[in-house]
């Protein structure tokens, strides 16, 4: 049987912005993970101890064909009062995903000993992350990309006192959003559209600081809707 044709990326397709998509529904039916759930310790518990669970989203729509390549991206938790979750908004010249909300992240180099390094050297190279400050708990199973990108999620605890240089090149902005926001479903908005004759589907978690909205969707949504799978499990 042959394989279904390429689709076009959805941030590809002509006119399309994700913000202006219908919301399809709000999963506030299913509870947010308990705040004691989200505790540095308790975080480490649960890496260490992993429920029975199944990660919701594995794998996007295929629309590049090639051999599939080793990615990760570091998901870091801030440790704060109440942790949050450090992202990253690309700049608007790169030549995929730009100027959306992602993560810490990249492929895997041949001088990497191993992905998680890949995860560390990435948030070193695109936001000035040292990696003294990051203690890495745990991953997720792997989330596969329409690109072909193979990314493996590295979840870690940073501890204050920080601080950042993002390359200009590929960031625009850093900023955190609370971890129990991004744990309650009430703020996961599912989305459809129907493009080349195929239904496509995604979630979004916008976020609104004191300063502006920050629209998280594709797979950075995507990987955090696993995470919240993993810690409500």
């Known amino acids: 049987m042959a394989s279904p044709a390429p689709l076009t990326p959805l941030s590809k397709l002509p006119d399309f912005d994700p913000r202006k ?32 669970w199944q990660p919701e989203i594995r794998q996007e729509p295929v629309w590049v064909v090639r051999e599939p390549v080793p990615a990760s991206v570091l998901i870091p938790v801030v440790v704060r009062s109440s942790p949050t979750v450090l992202l990253t908004q690309r700049t608007a010249h790169l030549s995929s995903h730009s ?5 810490p992240g990249g492929k895997q180099d041949q001088e ?29 199973p792997v989330y596969q990309t329409g690109s072909g990108f193979i990314i493996t999620p590295v979840v870690a605890l940073v501890r204050e006192g920080f601080a950042l240089a993002p390359n200009a090149f590929e960031v625009e902005d850093v900023f955190e959003v609370p971890l129990a926001f991004l744990m309650d479903p009430s703020n996961h908005r599912r989305h459809s559209l129907v493009a080349e ?22 797979a950075t949504a995507g990987i955090l809707r696993n995470l919240y799978r993993f810690l409500q499990a």
Not at 28 to 35: D, E, G, M
Not at 114 to 135: N, W
């Open 112 to 140: 990497d000993p191993d992905i998680v390094s890949t995860a560390l050297r990435e948030a070193r190279e695109e936001v000035g992350l040292d990696a003294g400050f990051v203690q890495v708990i745990g991953t997720l």
């Open 99 to 103: 100027g959306q909300i992602a993560f």
């Open 21 to 52: 998509v219908p919301v399809t529904g709000v999963d506030n039916h299913l509870a947010a993970v308990p705040r004691e759930r989200l505790a540095p310790q308790a975080l480490r518990l649960r890496f260490q101890n992993p429920p029975q």
């Open 197 to 218: 004759g195929v239904r496509r589907d995604w979630l979004s978690m916008p976020y609104s600081d004191a300063h502006t909205e920050r629209f998280i969707w594709g």
